[in-house]
């Protein structure tokens, strides 16, 4: 079974169900479009239960490696490996893309192939940047993972979508670029594109401030990070249902794995000098944003603000120095991928029936809509991080780490358990409950079959998570161990 390729195939199955996607043709086709496209989704999705039936959580050695050269003169490899912070992100990819699939199976009617063929691409890609061991191999799936987003917002979103992925584009790309003098430096003084020889390279601390920053650019951009989030809103506002929740159950990931897989053992004495700063930009992000989602008036810009003040908490854990802090960040990345897919997939089954986004618009939707109603009030709880909930593991497990740090760093993270329910829990009661005040939303049914199927693997996800999250931290801990193991020992160069 480990002589399989699952990783490969984890890769290719979407990007090659995406080309045959593309080839069903025009909108003529689109019933065979979108059946090519689920099948393709789940045949993605099966490729990677391996990896979890598979995984050893004793080790905390790269699994499931494949290794091929590629360009042999510049040593760069076609090399992929899971370890335990990243297991989990692949198949959390996988299984986003068949929820995306399903959700815009009757919504999407225009270029129904495209759309469907930019999901599966774009599934693949990301699961590349997660099992890449290379750091060209990675740069290339990290940039190239950019275009079928970029497509998505900008061919089928909303009024302003070109701005919007024009911003979203550059913002992403500029940040990159600093990534790659950082990877093309690392590759002069160890002669190697290796991601894992380059975690004992010793390097002197002035060359780590400065891989460190180009770094803490490039993937902050991506989390995103205050103060550079502000492509985030309009990304979500513009972008179609599908394309908001891959943004925020996947995309953003790919920042912070980042900072994992490459700050913290590549630079491990520059982290340890500007952890601070990053503790301090993570704090703003979760209380400053905390306060900005409390005054949005549009459904989407206010759970894209919330996707920043949770991923505020997933840059803290990660900057503690402790066990807590990293595996909560870790918890709490996978917890954001079932919570936020779920809340932006609540608010586009309203859109389908309303056409609008606007909270104003809405009121009493629990007298036409019982079912969704129930469901939105499950995932806004996890929004919360109210206890049995996916919401409440990850964050409360970084304030314990922070606690361990800094009472104060803990006591202004804990905030957002009162943030994260004050506009959560706006929003909800001002849409869902009341008098039917709109004769829209008198007229409105409730979700059907398709509908109710995804918002119930969500709801399993988030209460199974909350209930019992040993299967999701089990696989984390050797691996975690070892990484902060490293980062305690320094790379330093020894005196001359």
Not at 26 to 36: I, L, S, Y
Not at 414 to 433: H, I, Q, S
Not at 487 to 492: I, P, Q, S
Request: net charge neutral; hydrophobic share 60%.
């Amino acid at each position: 079974m480990t002589d399989i390729p699952f990783l490969s195939l984890a890769i290719w199955i979407p990007i090659l169900g995406g080309v045959l996607t593309l080839a069903t043709g025009p909108d003529v086709n689109a019933r065979m479009a979108r059946t090519v496209a689920l099948l393709s989704a789940l045949l993605g999705f099966v490729v990677t239960l391996p990896l979890y039936a598979g995984f050893d959580p004793n080790t905390a050695a790269m699994q499931f490696v494949e290794m091929r050269p590629w360009i042999d003169r510049f040593h760069v490899a076609y090399h992929l490996g899971i370890d335990g912070l990243s297991l989990w992100f692949v198949l959390l990819n996988a299984f986003i893309t068949v929820l995306v699939v399903i959700a815009g199976w009757q919504v999407v009617k225009v270029r129904v192939a495209q759309y469907m063929a930019a999901f599966l691409i774009m599934s693949g890609l990301m699961n590349g940047i997660f099992a890449a061991l290379d750091g060209v191999l990675f740069y290339v799936f990290f940039e190239a993972s950019l275009i079928p987003l970029y497509l998505v917002i900008g061919v089928w979103g909303g009024p302003n979508r070109v701005y919007a992925a024009f911003k979203f584009f550059l913002f992403t790309l500029a940040g990159s670029l600093l990534m790659l003098l950082a990877l093309i430096y690392l590759y002069n003084v160890s002669g190697s594109f290796e991601i894992l020889v380059w975690h004992d390279v010793p390097l002197a601390r002035h060359v780590q401030s400065m891989i460190f920053f180009a770094f803490l650019v490039a993937f902050g951009v991506k989390v995103p990070m205050w103060p550079v989030h502000t492509w985030l809103p309009d990304a979500h506002v513009e972008a179609p249902t599908g394309g908001s929740v891959v943004l925020a159950a996947i995309a953003l990931k790919l920042g912070a794995y980042g900072f994992v897989r490459f700050s913290l053992p590549i630079v491990p004495d520059a982290v340890a000098t500007y952890a601070p700063l990053v503790i301090a930009l993570s704090l703003v992000a979760v209380v400053y944003i905390g306060f900005v989602a409390l005054v949005q008036t549009d459904m989407k810009k206010l759970v894209a603000y919330s996707s920043i003040a949770h991923m505020g908490f997933v840059t803290l854990g990660f900057f503690l120095g402790n066990s807590l802090g990293v595996e909560g960040a870790l918890v709490q990345m996978i917890s954001h991928g079932f919570v936020s897919a779920a809340m932006f997939l609540c608010i586009g089954v309203l859109y389908d029936r309303m056409h609008s986004r606007q909270i104003a618009d809405y009121g009493g939707v629990a007298n036409t809509m019982p079912k969704f109603a129930a469901f939105f009030m499950l995932f806004a709880m996890a929004n919360c991080g109210l206890p049995g909930t996916s919401g409440f593991v990850g964050e409360f497990t970084v304030i314990l780490g922070a606690m361990k740090l800094n009472f104060w760093v803990a006591f202004l993270a804990a905030t957002t358990l009162v943030l994260g329910a004050a506009y959560t829990l706006w929003m909800y009661k001002r849409v869902v409950f009341g008098a039917v005040a709109n004769e829209k939303v008198a007229s409105l049914t409730d979700i059907g079959g398709r509908e109710f199927l995804f918002l119930a693997l969500l709801a399993i996800c988030v209460l199974a998570m909350g209930l019992y999250p040993f299967p999701f931290t089990e696989t984390m801990h050797v691996s975690v161990d070892e990484l902060l193991r490293h980062v305690a020992a320094g790379k330093l160069p020894p005196p001359l």
